[in-house]
């Protein structure tokens, strides 16, 4: 083993000459990756033929020439190939040929380029239709939109996972209910999703086993059968299995449930790779507002007292009840206290994400049909779910809503440069909806039900940094809010156009768009009472040669979608994207970036990337997340969340001296801004010469 | 009757003891947390001599540390002034035996037990490890004694210097090369800790040092001594490097990487470089850097979280603040 010159120059790209780093190194890394390995490592075919039949025959593709003849195919070959596309940075075609690009059975020779995955890609989701995938084509090698992992990894692949990304489920309090989702759990994690439980309705440590008092293990052992199952059934080795948990704040177990991530505790009931989220409904907070007494429920006995559970209750309704009915099992803590030990468990070990409840339901546009309890694995999967009675052998089970996603992102620096937000998010809106139309998994038939009934997608953003950056604004500043504001209501405006046109040509809507806030128009009301245009001159400019709706267009948008409906249930929601931003050369969706140039780990490598387009004269644009008040970042991502009909992963960017209180006093600040999750925290630490030289 | 004394945080005894007390509680791990099961796969595919040369660079700086935490810590202890200092070196010294523990979590891991008895017969008969070990020894040995004079002192905290900030380093090369290649990285997150508390103990024992350093009557009597000693070291590090990286081809890279330590151990002592350096690999050098890095928490565990030591609770001002929306 010698030492790979293309991970060597990526590397010196670090060392830095008359205080610049030598960023130059990362061209000659790609170049040295693409000559010193890439090429001699991928096979070699004559003609595009020879190719085509050659993957298909040896069952790495599906048989294209089912929908399409050889000259149909080669006309998309050749739109994308004319683009003569080249990757930006060592990362993007690092990340790309690591764990994108089909290999063959040895997994040592690469059979596809970037071009070749696009082409894949396009051609599986029209299914056929020629003009679309040229216009998928387009769109991607354009880097527009970038479609989820495994969308991206998967399409148009023989021997392959799912295309979806995402799966939810509730648990139901009783052995059928967990070993349905412990049987769901290893089933999806093997198809490559990342995969959310609600705990919440598990009774606490100590509760009654058939009115046998103290016998429940409560939520931890459950937590622990997750976590060794999620990482056994990982995809084909491919990709690790990764899954969360989410936990109600008053249900008794939550101070065990964040003492899982301690890192010197029990083995029985640490936590290790298993990601845990809290759901925080409004009481919680207003309780630690008013710094009243704040009491945690032993929720079996809440069900045995009101047939109901807590979980679903509503917490500004019920909780005096609660707290006044002796049956009801009860502790008391100090909510304050709870939310700085939250803090603390976020410093640590960067968990939990948060999930505020009442912010999510407030806007929910099926709030008629059904609330949303909790999140996914990235808190950015906001949709209704109710748990299933799974039954014993012999009997029917009631099968209710989990939540299936399949997820994508707009590249807003590319859609903005192209002028092209509404034929993108058009485009995209079509891809995502082929996807949820083509998945059927009907191994979780409640994840089957969501996705057949409610056809949810989620179309995001990345690349948000990278645009302002590039058009010298300042991340945190009014410009970038006035350039969300609009940005994000169009491509609202455009995906409810998209989804209604899709269901006005399938004659389908999701079901219960009847009883939606898109059908008695609640959803449009705040878009009809005024036009949204940009207030500053420099991002008019940005928007010139694109026509942004006004309220006219809404009214009439609403009209048609009273008349057409609507195909989707849920819409839009804001990923993290960490690998597919690499490939795009963009900046992680619509978060600030970490640094000028970023230190990737990843479980195979350590990577430097340059933030993109960097030069001398955008520098100061990137500033570092870690450097900005964490109150602007959720500041702009409010305003975004307001376009948005799910969630936007946030991350809190602290350092090591923020105290816990600094942190809760961003959970306060997120929570009355309307954002309706938080994901992690991340610290950067303290380097040992600063800390020297500020006290030697 | 002499009179006991009890530490007192409230006064501080210098500039540092508390930052260094402060930044090592933030720094504690343990081993367990780690999992290095995930490295079982990449393991079978390396090379026998690679595996051969990380497991001695292992047991070598299982040595080593066990010496570090049996020996140098608490002799060094007793006779340094002030009860801060000596807290924060006790901590430290706690820190070594975790480290010298989680060497053999990993080797647990991934290797038999015949294995790793035949690795740990290689480690007692190793002549040029033992010749580390027992140079350094010598001068926390000298150090046994009720009262020692301030040149013996100098020493003992300077040989503790070159064994943190240097005599580590010939190891570390190993698994933290291997990490930017992609190898072996859920155990290198074990090696990125350890090498963490290494650098602040390096730079904790060298703040010491200097300040006995300063009471000497003939400093340069002193320096000259440690230079002696640095170069002697220096010689058998060559000599090992070349037995532990000849057959992976290493050994030009390893070497020059052991005389930027060296120079950073003459550094932490406050002394100026010894060695010109030209070029040390990048992607070892990147490896030493412990700074904040990015990662997504499905892939792997992260080595940026720290024990959380800024604990305040909310105050009902911290409520009020201006949530106006913005449009």
Same mark, same amino acid.
């Not at chain 1, 096979?43 to 599906?62: A, G, H, N, P, S």
């Not at chain 2, 002192?153 to 090369?177: H, I, N, Q, R, T």
């Given at each position: 083993m010698v030492t790979k010159k293309w991970i060597l120059l990526n590397n010196e790209i670090m060392v830095k000459k008359d205080d610049e780093?030598?960023?130059?190194?990362?061209?000659?890394?790609?170049?040295?990756?693409?000559?010193?390995?890439?090429?001699?490592?991928?096979?070699?075919? @004559?003609?595009?033929? #020879?190719?085509?039949?050659?993957?298909?025959?040896?069952? @790495?593709?599906?048989?294209?020439?089912?929908?399409?003849?050889?000259?149909?195919? #080669? #006309?998309?070959?050749?739109?994308?190939?004319?683009?003569?596309?080249?990757?930006?940075?060592?990362?993007?075609?690092?990340k790309f040929f690591q764990s994108y690009a089909l290999r063959d059975d040895s997994g040592e020779k690469f059979l596809e380029r970037y071009e070749d995955r696009v082409v894949a890609v396009s051609l599986f989701l029209a299914r056929g239709d020629v003009a679309q995938a040229k216009s998928y084509a387009e769109m991607l090698i354009n880097q527009e939109y970038q479609p989820a992992t495994p969308t991206f990894l998967n399409s148009g692949k023989k021997r392959s996972g799912e295309l979806v990304s995402c799966f939810l489920d509730e648990i139901g309090d009783n052995l059928n209910g967990i070993g349905y989702a412990i049987d769901s759990a290893m089933k999806l994690s093997s198809i490559g999703g990342g995969v959310s439980f609600n705990l919440s309705k598990i009774r606490a440590r100590g509760e009654s086993i058939k009115d046998v008092e103290g016998r429940a293990g409560g939520v931890l052992p459950i937590m622990k059968i997750l976590e060794d199952t999620f990482s056994y059934a990982n995809q084909l080795g491919q990709r690790p299995g990764a899954g969360a948990v989410y936990l109600n704040v008053f249900h008794t177990d939550i101070e065990e449930f964040l003492d899982c991530k301690k890192i010197n505790v029990d083995e029985k009931v640490r936590i290790k790779s298993l990601s845990i989220g809290v759901v925080v409904p409004d009481k919680f907070m207003e309780l630690a507002e008013k710094d009243e007494a704040c009491y945690l429920f032993h929720p079996h006995t809440v069900l045995k007292q009101y047939g109901k559970y807590l979980d679903e209750m509503d917490m500004d309704e019920m909780y005096e009840e609660l707290v006044t009915n002796p049956l009801v099992k009860k502790k008391k803590i100090n909510a304050?206290?709870?939310?700085?030990?939250?803090?603390?468990?976020?410093?640590?070990?960067?968990?939990?994400?948060?999930?505020? *409840?009442g912010n999510a339901n407030r806007e929910h546009a099926l709030k008629e049909i059904g609330n949303v309890k909790f999140s996914n694995l990235c808190t950015e999967i906001m949709q209704i779910s109710e748990v299933s009675?799974?039954?014993?052998?012999?009997?029917?089970? *009631?099968?209710? @809503?989990?939540?299936?996603?399949?997820?994508?992102?707009?590249?807003?620096?590319t859609v903005m440069d192209n002028k092209r937000i509404k034929e993108a998010v058009k485009t995209a809106m079509r891809s995502l909806t082929v996807v949820s139309d083509m998945t059927n998994i009907a191994m979780v038939p409640s994840v089957q039900k969501a996705n057949k009934e409610l056809h949810s997608v989620g179309l995001g953003a990345m690349n948000l940094h990278g645009f302002l950056a590039k058009n010298f604004i300042m991340y945190e500043s009014k410009e970038a809010l006035d350039f969300c504001n609009v940005f994000f209501m169009m491509v609202n405006f455009y995906s409810i156009q998209s989804s209604m046109e899709i269901a006005k040509e399938k004659k389908e809507t999701f079901v219960g768009f009847e009883q939606s806030e898109y059908a008695n128009g609640n959803y449009f009301a705040s878009y009809i009472a005024k036009d949204i245009t940009p207030v500053n001159d420099k991002i008019s400019v940005l928007f010139e040669g694109m026509t942004i709706p006004s309220a006219a267009d809404w009214t009439a948008l609403m009209n048609e979608v009273k008349e057409h409906g609507l195909y989707h249930a849920y819409r839009l929601a804001i990923a993290p994207n960490q690998s597919t931003s690499y490939i795009m050369n963009a900046t992680a969706s619509v978060m600030p970036v970490v640094d000028v140039i970023e230190v990737r780990e990843y479980g195979d490598s350590t990577t430097y990337y340059p933030m993109p387009y960097l030069d001398n004269d955008n520098y100061f644009f990137y500033k570092s997340a870690y450097d900005m008040d964490q109150k602007n970042v959720l500041r702009l991502i409010s305003v975004i969340q307001k376009h948005v009909d799910q969630g936007i992963s946030t991350i809190l960017h602290t350092n090591t001296k923020d105290s816990t209180r600094d942190i809760a006093k961003y959970y306060i600040y997120a929570h009355k801004m309307g954002l309706k999750s938080l994901y992690y925290t991340r610290t950067r630490k303290a380097s040992i010469d600063e800390c020297v030289s500020c006290s030697v | 009757m002499s009179q006991y004394k009890a530490v007192n945080w409230n006064t501080p005894e210098n500039d540092y003891a508390g930052m260094f007390w402060e930044q090592n509680l933030r720094q504690f791990w343990i081993d367990t947390e780690y999992i290095p099961s995930k490295d079982i796969d990449s393991w079978k595919s390396l090379t026998p001599e690679i595996q051969e040369a990380y497991k001695r660079a292992l047991g070598g700086l299982t040595l080593l540390d066990t010496i570090q935490s049996h020996t140098g810590m608490p002799k060094l202890l007793d006779h340094i002034d002030g009860l801060q200092n000596k807290a924060v070196l006790s901590f430290m010294c706690m820190m070594e035996a975790i480290h010298a523990k989680s060497y053999s979590t990993i080797f647990t891991t991934v290797n038999s037990t015949a294995e790793i008895n035949e690795l740990f017969e290689w480690v007692e008969s190793n002549k040029l490890l033992q +010749?580390?070990?027992?140079?350094?020894?010598? %001068? %926390?040995?000298?150090?046994?004694?009720?009262?020692?004079?301030?040149?013996?002192? +100098? /020493?003992?905290?300077?040989?503790?210097?070159?064994?943190?900030? +240097?005599?580590? %380093?010939?190891?570390? +090369? /190993?698994?933290?090369?291997?990490?930017?290649?992609?190898? /072996?990285?859920?155990?290198?997150?074990?090696?990125?800790?350890?090498?963490?508390?290494?650098?602040?103990?390096?730079?904790?024992?060298?703040?010491?040092?200097?300040?006995?350093?300063?009471?000497?009557?003939?400093?340069?009597?002193?320096?000259?001594?440690?230079?002696?000693?640095? /170069?002697?070291? %220096?010689?058998?590090?060559l000599k090992y490097t070349d037995e532990l990286y000849t057959e992976v081809g290493l050994t030009a890279d390893v070497k020059e990487y052991v005389r930027y330590n060296a120079n950073k151990a003459m550094m932490n002592l406050g002394f100026e470089e010894l060695f010109e350096i030209k070029a040390v690999n990048s992607i070892v050098l990147n490896g030493l850097n412990g700074e904040t890095t990015q990662h997504d928490f499905f892939s792997k565990k992260s080595t940026n979280y720290e024990k959380s030591t800024e604990i305040l609770y909310l105050r009902d001002e911290d409520f009020q603040m201006d949530t106006d929306p913005v449009f």
């Open positions: 780093f030598s960023l130059h190194k990362d061209k000659e890394a790609v170049r040295s990756y693409f000559l010193d390995y890439v090429n001699k490592n991928t096979v070699f075919f @004559y003609t595009l033929k #020879e190719k085509i039949d050659y993957l298909i025959e040896q069952e @790495y593709y599906v048989d294209f020439y089912q929908w399409y003849t050889f000259e149909q195919m #080669e #006309e998309v070959y050749d739109l994308v190939y004319a683009k003569k596309f080249r990757f930006q940075s060592f990362m993007s075609a690092f304050r206290h709870l939310m700085v030990k939250i803090a603390q468990t976020q410093k640590e070990s960067g968990y939990p994400y948060l999930f505020f *409840k009675d799974i039954e014993i052998y012999g009997k029917e089970d *009631k099968i209710r @809503y989990g939540i299936s996603c399949n997820l994508g992102s707009l590249n807003i620096a | +010749f580390k070990a027992a140079t350094i020894d010598k %001068y %926390y040995i000298s150090l046994d004694a009720a009262k020692v004079s301030n040149e013996d002192l +100098f /020493m003992g905290l300077a040989a503790s210097v070159l064994l943190e900030s +240097f005599l580590f %380093y010939s190891g570390f +090369f /190993m698994p933290l090369w291997l990490a930017g290649q992609g190898q /072996m990285v859920a155990s290198a997150d074990i090696i990125k800790k350890i090498v963490a508390d290494e650098s602040i103990h390096g730079v904790f024992v060298g703040l010491l040092a200097q300040d006995v350093y300063k009471k000497l009557p003939d400093p340069e009597k002193s320096k000259a001594e440690l230079v002696e000693l640095l /170069m002697e070291l %220096y010689e058998n590090e």
